[in-house]
Nanobody, 126 residues
């Protein structure tokens, strides 16, 4: 059973920093593609960043230059270092993993396609 657990959220003042962690277990797919999303009250869930063993790291324009995603030495943990936080960064942050398996000669997305953590709250005050 795949499980993702986020931690590291909290309350900070604008300009501060937080580091979120996502520990995942039970996943043995052929490709690791992990993403961070966030959802503010009354808003749609939005993409924040992606780290992929077979693709480039990428970020939403709103966080480029301030957030950095990385994989821990233990390989089952990803981090989101968030610097220069702004009040508009306030949201519940979710870790997401896509599921992949070898199909024929390819490593391809497979059901259930997505796994989600329970989220960690980040609150930035002005």
């Amino acid at each position: 059973q795949v499980r993702l657990v986020e931690s590291g959220g909290g309350s900070v003042q604008a300009g501060g920093s937080l580091r979120l962690s996502c520990v995942f277990s039970g996943y043995t797919g052929c490709r690791l593609r992990m993403m961070w999303f966030r959802q503010a009250p009354g808003k749609e869930r939005e993409f924040v960043s992606v780290i992929d063993t077979q693709g480039p790291t990428n970020y939403a324009d709103s966080v480029k230059g301030r957030f950095t995603v990385s994989q821990g030495n233990a390989k089952n943990t990803i981090f989101l270092q968030m610097n220069s936080l702004k009040p508009e960064d306030t949201a519940m942050y979710y870790c997401n993993a896509m599921s992949f398996a070898v199909i024929g000669a390819e490593c391809a997305p497979t059901p259930p396609y997505d796994y989600w953590g329970q989220g960690t709250q980040v609150t930035v005050s002005s």
